[in-house]
């Protein structure tokens, strides 16, 4: 294994680790649940993000669709004047919040070189 090869495998770690902060610290917060979930693991290519599936969806958008029940007859939320039953709802979609690539783009290249330099 070369000397650069050895740095990098002992960096791996840190590296995740202080992704894995820059992410936490970026993401949106509305009841908790992404930012509490996100995960940044060593792997063997190199480091894995993990997070809650509609982690996704926050961070592409999504288009306008429908929303319908699944298993009852309506859905059942809160709306501006308290508690709303809907068959189906026009949800007009979502803007992406590209926290992740934003993250990746404009704080790896410094976390790396600074781990490597250590």
Do not use: C
Not at 12 to 22: D, K, V
Not at 23 to 51: C, D, Q
Not at 75 to 85: E, Y
């Amino acid at each position: 294994m070369s000397e650069i090869e050895e740095r990098l495998s002992r960096a791996i770690p840190r590296i995740a680790r202080r992704m894995q902060n820059e992410l936490v610290l970026a993401s949106p917060v509305n009841t908790g649940r992404l930012r509490n979930s996100i995960k940044v693991v060593p792997s063997e290519n190199g480091i894995t993000i993990w997070m809650v599936d509609y982690g996704l969806f926050v961070e592409f958008g999504t288009p306008p669709h429908i929303i319908e029940p699944n298993s009852k007859k309506s859905l059942k939320f809160k709306g501006k004047g308290g508690q709303v039953f809907a068959k189906k709802v026009n949800h007009p979609g979502t803007r992406p919040n590209p926290f992740i690539r934003n993250t990746i783009q404009n704080k790896l290249r410094a976390i790396i070189a600074e781990e490597l330099s250590k």
